[in-house]
């Protein structure tokens, strides 16, 4: 009842266990592995779209033991498995997998159109004057009407350089309307009231006066509140 043949039995420690798996990304210092334990042979790392690069490295219990597979490379996006392969010093092999999982490129929401936000919004603009607002627009009004569209969308609103965050809106103030990406600048446009006092009385008929007498000349949004006729003259 012998067998056929035989061999002598191996040489060496046979000890195949790592010690460690440390795991560096994009040339940060390396770090060990979380949940590692040596007689744990499979690994999962998830990482930012942002991890480009990584390395692995391990070391043995055994300092005769021979380790296989580490080392760095780039990620791609998915799944990126190390196979490491630890030899004993009498030949016996253990197999440990680490899969680093490389999170998608996150996608980037396009930003509304600006001119879809003021369509929506039920702004009227004509040759960057912001028209068609009663005297009693505030300037949240507006800040609201822009959000609805497009909910991270700013609008500033400036008299003289200075920003304004409340009370009703008056001839010559500027509102700038941004998407993000894009910005326009308009300036407000109340018909009567030219001085830009928020209403319409004699001191707005004074300027009409000077104007049509060629004393004081009206220009730009004071100019276009004279004409609630809108025919430029």
């Known amino acids: 009842n012998l067998p056929a043949s035989t061999s002598m039995p191996k040489k060496g420690n046979p000890n195949n266990l790592l010690k460690t798996i440390t795991l560096s990304s994009n040339g940060e210092s390396a770090t ?25 490295n391990g070391t043995t219990i055994n300092s005769n033991a021979k380790i296989a597979g580490t080392g760095s ?15 004993a010093q009498n030949g016996d092999k253990k197999e440990y997998s680490v899969n680093i999982i490389r999170d ?23 040759n ?10 505030d300037v949240s009004t507006i800040s609201s009407a822009v959000n609805k569209s497009y909910s991270k969308a700013t609008v500033v609103v400036k008299k003289d350089n200075e920003v304004v965050t409340k009370g009703n809106l008056t001839t010559g103030m500027t509102v700038t309307i941004s998407n993000g990406e894009q910005s326009n600048t308009y300036t407000v446009v109340l018909y009567g009231d030219i001085n830009g006092d928020g209403v319409v009385n ?19 949004a004071a100019f ?7 025919d430029n003259d």
């Open 32 to 56: 060990l592995i979380n949940g590692f334990s040596s007689t744990t042979t499979k690994y999962e790392v998830h990482v930012e779209n942002s991890v480009k690069k990584a390395a692995i």
């Open 128 to 137: 960057n004057y912001l028209t068609g607002l009663t005297f009693t627009t």
């Open 104 to 126: 998608a490129a996150p996608v980037t929401e396009k930003p509304k159109e600006l001119s879809t936000i003021i369509e929506e919004a039920e702004l009227h603009i004509d």
């Open 224 to 230: 276009k509140a004279a004409d609630p006729s809108k």
């Open 202 to 220: 004699s001191l707005d008929l004074l300027k009409v006066q000077k104007h049509i007498l060629g004393v004081t000349k009206l220009t730009g």
């Open 73 to 87: 490379k780039d990620l791609v996006v998915g799944n990126d498995v190390w196979n490491i392969t630890v030899t």
